[in-house]
């Protein structure tokens, strides 16, 4: 069964420094979307991308954060300057129609130190 | 706007016995509604979703949940729970509109006790 896949699946880092965060969403899926857990809070919308744009984004996604799908397979969220308060278990999701099932890769747990 | 309440952050049941995790909603217009269940360290995998078709959904596992718009809640039922369904269940939101990011409850913690 296709599935979406992320990684890594744990990182660490410094404040401060640049992290990449990798998802290959299912094959013919349109549609990509960031979701981020900080630990014992909700589970909060980030950003969706269709046709090589930003379609949505939070509050959240500030000036910090930015999407790239840079080949056909790969869709990435890079954060700039991580911050402490960065530091989440990171959903990358896609679904093939807008109106369909969002489906989630297992997550990056980013700490920020 | 919209937002999803989940009643009881943690629920112990025991093995066999009724499932009942609550979700409540609001939103602007008609929702599509979702519930995801999260077993440790794996992502957000669908149990059901209700995109105003039925009222009464069923999902897999033996879940199902029922949409009711006059008191704007979409609860999750299991005749009987298993030590399997033990598991972090969050409750969803979205639009039918071009914007569909989902919006989630904080999620219930179901322990199945033996």
């Known amino acids: 069964e296709p599935e979406v896949t992320q990684t890594p699946s744990h990182q660490v880092t410094q404040m401060g420094q640049e992290v990449i965060l990798r998802c290959v969403p299912i094959s013919n899926h349109l549609y990509f979307y960031w979701y981020r857990q900080i630990l014992g809070q909700k589970v909060e919308f980030l950003v969706s991308?269709?046709?090589?744009?930003?379609?949505?984004k939070s509050e959240i996604f500030d000036d910090q954060f930015s999407v790239e799908r840079p080949d056909g397979s790969n869709f990435t969220l890079k954060i700039r300057s991580t911050k402490l308060e960065d530091s989440a278990m990171y959903f990358c999701?896609?679904?093939?129609?807008?109106?369909?099932?969002?489906?989630f890769g297992p997550g990056t747990r980013l700490l920020v130190l | 706007a919209q937002s999803v309440t989940q009643l009881g952050s943690h629920v112990s049941v025991s093995e066999g016995a009724l499932v009942l995790l609550r979700c409540n909603y609001s939103s602007s217009v008609p929702p599509y509604l979702f519930w995801y269940v999260q077993y440790p360290n794996q992502g957000l995998q669908l149990l059901l979703k209700y995109t105003s078709a039925a009222t009464l959904v069923k999902g897999i596992n033996g879940f199902e949940a029922e949409f009711k718009k006059s008191e704007t809640s979409f609860h999750l039922t299991k005749p009987s729970a298993h030590m399997s369904d033990a598991a972090e269940y969050f409750c969803a939101v979205s639009g039918t509109g071009s914007a569909r990011q989902l919006t989630f409850g904080s999620g219930t913690q179901l322990t199945v006790l033996p």
């Open positions: 999701a896609s679904n093939g129609q807008i109106q369909e099932t969002q489906y």
């Open positions: 991308f269709y046709n090589n744009e930003i379609s949505e």
